[in-house]
């Protein structure tokens, strides 16, 4: 059954002259432009960040030459320069190169890490928590916990590892979480949340963030209060991800709560759910006036959305991947898994391929082939095998389908 986004019936028209922002100023941060990956348990690791970090980019003068300059619009190198200068001129924390080579994706989330797991880990193995390279920054590490003291030790912990910023997580939903009060099961205690904004805030200097959902369920939607409870303590930008607990991954992302949200603060608000298109990210910012836009499973099945949006802002239009460009971006990602963990994740594998394939002609043989592999290297094999049959011109045969839930496409929190 075609999921709604699939239908073309339901495509979002991008209001004309909207636009997401080029930036968005987070404490002393500079996110340019303002879009965010967002934090994904199981998915956004170092990797993936870098990966998706560097299918962003805008690299070199070949990318602005074919940018066409019909219909009077500015140019790419003059934008981006325009933008930089922006960042230099707001804060140091804005890592750019050089002046052509900026990314379309303005900050990269940590998956959420236990606030306990990092405060009891000593010292030398907290590593494993925390690693990111300095092509990540700007970079926000997000911590889940119900502890207010633990929370803002472990907060010191993510300010000392050089992080950017700190992001508390209000909103995973799963069981797990939600049993010890983390997570969403704080959204039911607002008064505990005030406590623990308090104490993280005053634990760190760096910009302090809180990632929440509308409420526990329809009867208990708190996204409004907590978001001018967040300013009251001295946060520096909210992320909304507009549903409620209750209603998990199911129906739509109710931006109209986004709205109200920007209505009710002052401080940056990041709207959150149901991106797939640069129209979309346009509508939200038109439907709710949001400082910024936040992409989570797009960027798995499609890494190139962050530069689509960056290329729509600029020109108006934006390119659609080939087969080839899919090719490149599979391998290049796999081979990256396969060089940092030797074994290459076959897990992680397994479920990008599910993500990455839909659409692809054959897609159903490459996700079974994967699924039989038992290595990262034999699962590499098989995506180079499956793209050199398809861009010779020969379409796989259909296989046996892999059912979703044997790639487990659940995700792990929120
Ligand atoms: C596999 C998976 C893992 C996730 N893990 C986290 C997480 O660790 N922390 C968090 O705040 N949200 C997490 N989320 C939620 C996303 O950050 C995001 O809020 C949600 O997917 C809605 O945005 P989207 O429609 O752009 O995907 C996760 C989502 C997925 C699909």
Known sequence: MKKFWENPANAIIAPQGAQVPDSLQIGNVCIAPATILAPMAGVTDTVFRRFIRNASFVRSAQDVMEVPEDAGQVSLTSRMQEQTSVCMERGPSAVFKNKDEISGCGLLMTEFTSADGLFRTRESKRKRYLTFYEDEHPISAQLFGSDPYTLAESAKIVEDAGFDLVDLNLGCPAKRVVKCNGGSGLLKDLPVIGTIFEAVRSAVKIPFTVKFRLGWDDENIV?????????????????????????????????????????????????????????????????????????????????????????????????????????????????????????????????????????IPGGNALRRACYDAHTGPAILDSVERFFEELLSGHVPPQSTPVAEAELDLLPACD
């Open 223 to 359: 996204c409004v209060p907590l978001a001018k409870m967040a300013e009251d303590c001295g946060l520096n930008g909210v992320a909304l991800h507009a549903r409620t607990r209750e209603q998990g991954y199911s129906g739509n992302a109710r931006w109209e709560w986004i709205a109200a949200v920007k209505d009710a603060v002052k401080i940056p608000v990041v709207g959150n759910g149901d991106i797939r298109t640069p129209e979309d990210a346009i509508a939200m910012v038109a439907a709710t006036g949001c400082d910024g836009v936040m992409i989570g499973r797009t960027a798995a099945s499609n890494p190139w959305i962050f530069r689509q949006i960056r290329q729509h802002a600029e020109t108006g239009r934006y390119d659609q991947p080939n087969e080839a460009d899919r090719y490149q971006m599979i391998r290049t990602y796999f081979k990256m898994l396969v060089d940092e963990t030797m074994h290459g994740s076959p897990g992680k594998m397994k479920q990008f391929v599910a993500w990455f394939t839909h659409g």
